[in-house]
């Protein structure tokens, strides 16, 4: 069964920067597309940004390009995203989820999700 575990958030002042983590754990992970969602209070889950099984080709929200970085570490089953120029509506709870083969930008497509991690940016 697969298990995710994020990690890295907390409250940061807009501007800040934080790096995010996501654990996977019951597959062999190097074969799966990763990528990180986020809910802010009272929306639907969105799609941040995603990246292929090898690495090579990464996707994301225009709401983040050019701020965040998605990458990953398949030796280790993780997946990362350095967020940096944080701002107030980046506040939310982040959630990361993995594909066989690329990952959906709806959420809606993925019935498991781990417990994410809250990231709260203060203005």
């Known amino acids: 069964q697969v298990q995710l575990v994020e990690s890295g958030g907390r409250l940061v002042q807009a501007g800040g920067s934080l790096r995010l983590s996501c654990a996977a754990s019951?597959?062999?992970?190097?074969?799966?597309?990763m990528g990180w969602f986020r809910q802010a209070p009272g929306k639907e889950r969105r799609f941040v940004a995603a990246?292929?099984?090898?690495?090579?080709?990464?996707y994301y929200a225009d709401s983040v390009k050019g701020r965040f970085t998605i990458s990953r570490d398949s030796a280790k089953n993780t997946v990362y995203l350095q967020m940096n120029s944080l701002k107030p509506e980046d506040t939310a709870v982040y959630y990361c989820?993995?594909?066989?083969?690329?990952?959906?930008?709806?959420?809606?497509?993925?019935?498991?999700w781990g417990q994410g991690t809250q990231v709260t940016v203060s203005s």
């Open positions: 989820n993995v594909d066989p083969e690329l990952i959906a930008t709806n959420a809606g497509q993925y019935h498991y």
């Open positions: 019951g597959r062999t992970f190097s074969n799966y597309a």
């Open positions: 990246i292929t099984r090898n690495g090579a080709t990464t």
